[in-house]
């Protein structure tokens, strides 16, 4: 067993010597006053001595001096060991910002008085470069950056994010960390690089209290990475699961049942089975999102292209760029049950609403066979509702396709983030 070390140490113990018995309490090793070594009993040590070193020994009975200040090499954790999340912050009474980490560009606001104020967005961008991570206008587009800290490695699901991201995810002896060519920066300093933008619309009067949003998948790593970062700035912080600010501000009487929120955004649709007092599952899939159907619209009328006017959309690129970009614009001003009017190339397309459907059903099932995964979880469970939520507008017939498949109300609440962060404004 190591021995302590002590610069300075009181004793009437005399020194242990060679023919003595073994000690049955471990002991001591101060320097005395000829600056030689002398073992004391450990019952000698007082608190406010100095240990600078420890003895080890090794299998030929050698003592080697270790010194304190050097601690042993340790295995470097995957991920940093942070502090934990402080208590609740009632969000009723005195202003406190609203952080959400949640939509392709994350939002900043305050609540006061149970309302949410006017917003203020920032697409998240990153820049990874020698120097570090910063925020750049021309970096990397990063959304959901947050969902992926934390994990087991390798993800399935990290994998399929940052794949269909353009983004290299990397494991090292210090945790996850992003990749830019031969530039590698941990995964913890992109997200923390995420505040200063989070907190700027703010200004330099920031409020005592925040609630950060973040998606229910979310790791406790990742939420108490932003919790120690927002407290070191003076904020009293709560974490809230947007699945649970959804709920609180959707008014859904639960009535000891269960309620399941899906929430479709550009990329991704996750899926949270919740009841009133906690998250009881998550599912997430990154290839199902706004952008899937939109372009399963763009296959179609392709197809339609070629049989009609004989144009093969698919042998030109910029064309099925220019077809996205429209049917992305049809699906968010599109009024429900309007046809979408497409020009490829000077070669007009109208898309009824019943093909529209038709086409998208498959989707649109997906969107509740996700929703069926985390509910056979709690198979006992009584489902009172679905709380449906996208980041834009979303596909004609989803609602009609998710009513069907669980049978309950499908309550279609606003696009984009207002609805959470009515929920959050909301006093617990």
Known sequence: DPFALAESLASDEPAATAADE?????????????????????????????????IEVDADDQVALVDADEEPPQAEPMEPALTPAPPEVATAGAPVVLLDWCGSAMTTTTA??????????????????RAGV?????????????????????????????RRLGVELTATAKGLALRSGD????????????????????????????????????????????????????LSVEVLDDSRAVLRGSHLALAGGVALHLDVSLSETRATLLDEQRVIATAAAPDLGLWDADQTVADWAALELMRQRGLDAQAEPS????????????????????????????????LEPDGLTQHLAPVSERVGLLGGQVLDLASEAR??????????????????????LFDVQVISLEPGPTARLRGAAAAP
């Open 112 to 129: 006061a008085a149970g309302e949410p104020g006017e917003p203020s967005f920032w697409v998240p961008r990153l820049k990874i470069a």
């Open 22 to 54: 073994p000690p049955t309490l471990p002991e001591a090793i101060e320097l005395g006053e000829d600056e030689e070594l002398v073992v004391v009993d450990a019952d000698a040590v007082g608190a406010g001595d100095r240990v600078v070193g420890e």
């Open 134 to 162: 910063t925020p750049a206008e021309d970096g990397s587009y990063l959304p959901g950056l947050l969902s992926w800290l934390g994990r087991r490695w390798p993800s399935p699901y990290v994998l399929a994010a940052t």
């Open 183 to 234: 530039e590698l920066v941990p995964l913890a300093d992109a997200i923390t690089a995420t505040v200063e933008p989070m907190l700027a619309p703010l200004g330099d009067a920031l409020p005592e209290a925040a609630v950060v949003l973040v998606p229910s998948n979310v790791t406790a790593v990742a939420r108490r990475l932003l919790v120690d970062r927002l407290t070191v700035l003076g």
């Open 383 to 404: 489902l009172a509702g679905v709380l449906l939520t996208t980041e834009e507008p979303t596909w004609p017939g989803l609602a009609d396709v998710l009513t069907a």
């Open 319 to 350: 064309l099925l760029d220019s077809l996205l970009d429209q049917i992305a614009d049809r699906r968010r001003d599109s009024p429900a049950g309007e046809p979408w009017s497409l020009d490829a190339a000077g070669v007009p397309l109208t």
